[in-house]
């Protein structure tokens, strides 16, 4: 089970971190990714990171601007947002994936994650 929390309004420019708590099944988690969705369209990938090495990935509309990291410990997986622009505005969701490989590439479609959480919804005003 995935928990995603940290969402909520904020002021362009500003700063959020969502947090993913996973639970039960946390044992071979190999990535988790966040997503996000507006009304409407897809479901974008945002980033991702290896649950062991902590190796991560973004997509170029955040790159620089949001950091994904992973405290193992606490099975929870940060996504710290800032300089966030108002086209930032979306539900964001937390997948887990258990089947990639260290050498493989890290997952970047919704369909290559099998776990959920529901989505934080995230507003940022202009």
């Known amino acids: 089970q995935l928990q995603a929390s940290g969402g909520g309004l904020v002021q362009a420019g500003g700063s959020l971190r969502l947090s993913c708590a996973a639970s039960g099944r946390t044992f071979g988690i190999a990535a988790t990714g966040w997503f996000r969705r507006v009304p409407g369209k897809e479901r974008e990938f945002v980033a991702a990171?290896?649950?062991?090495?902590?190796?991560?990935l973004y997509a170029d509309s955040v790159e620089g601007r949001f950091t994904i990291s992973r405290d193992n410990a606490k099975n929870t997986v940060y996504l710290q947002m800032n300089s966030l622009k108002a086209e930032d505005t979306a539900a964001y969701y937390c997948a887990a994936d258990y089947s990639v490989r260290r050498w493989e590439m890290l997952p970047t479609t919704a369909g290559e994650y099998g776990y959920w959480g529901q989505g934080t919804q995230v507003t940022v005003s202009s």
């Open positions: 990171i290896r649950w062991i090495s902590g190796g991560t």
